[in-house]
């Protein structure tokens, strides 16, 4: 079982571009979450998807939008991008049977 | 709503010395209770997590964990701490939306 996965591994883009970060959960899970990560802070939730669908969203503007297809794979997607976007963006994958597993993260800088 | 406070930004540590790490948490609902450990570069691996029943959980690693729910508090143990230890330790409240603490760095020292 590879786990949670999460393509690229870094990404670098200049402000007011558009990017997409990608996420396979780990196997059996259904529910995947995605956290922003500033340099020297904790993550921070940025939304849930569950069956295809947003099912809690954390303190992020409309920028930041995702999907979940029907094998349970996710992305998000940030417009606009800031400088203040520059973080570590984790993926997070759970079932109602087993807690979250974190991928290793994409690292995210805007230029 | 949830919070957790993470009461030291740093601990250093000799080798094979104990270690405490602190967490206070706040929740205004049924408390799940997380620790998770992140090397550099990396993301965040489970260390160990209080769902109910005994307060004493015990984790990967050699570490453990009570829970007090008189003082809401979640404070991180290890008896003996090695070099790989260090690393960021995060505690985190929550069930299907985590809320973490700022993290700890913990530096272990030779």
């Known amino acids: 079982d590879a786990g949670v996965t999460q393509s690229p591994t870094h990404l670098i883009k200049t402000r007011g571009q558009q990017v997409t970060l990608r996420c396979s959960p780990k196997?059996?899970?259904?529910?995947v979450s995605w956290y922003q990560q500033a340099l020297g802070q904790g993550p921070q939730f940025i939304f849930q998807?569950?069956?295809?669908?947003?099912?809690q969203r954390g303190n992020f503007p409309d920028r930041f939008s995702g999907h979940q297809f029907p094998n349970y794979s996710s992305e998000l997607n940030v417009n606009a991008l800031l400088l203040g976007d520059s973080a570590l963006y984790l993926c997070?994958?759970?079932?109602?049977?087993?807690?979250?597993?974190f991928g290793q993260g994409t690292r995210l800088t805007v230029v | 709503a949830q919070s957790v406070t993470q009461l030291d930004s740093q601990v250093p540590v000799f080798e094979e010395a104990p270690v405490e790490l602190r967490c206070n948490y706040s929740?205004?609902?049924?408390?799940?209770l997380f620790w998770y450990v992140q090397y550099p570069n990396q993301g965040l691996q489970l260390l160990l997590k209080?769902?109910?029943?005994?307060?004493l959980v015990k984790g990967i690693n050699g570490f453990e964990a009570e829970f007090n729910k008189s003082q809401t508090s979640f404070h991180l143990r290890k008896p003996s701490v090695h070099i790989s230890d260090t690393a960021e330790y995060f505690c985190?409240?929550?069930?299907?939306?985590?809320?973490f603490g700022a993290g700890t760095i913990l530096r272990v020292k030779s």
């Open positions: 997070a994958s759970s079932s109602h049977r087993e807690e979250a597993f």
């Open positions: 196997s059996g899970h259904d529910t």
């Open positions: 998807y569950y069956e295809e669908e947003e099912r």
């Open positions: 929740s205004s609902v049924s408390v799940y």
């Open positions: 209080y769902l109910s029943g005994s307060t």
């Open positions: 985190a409240v929550g069930g299907n939306k985590l809320v």
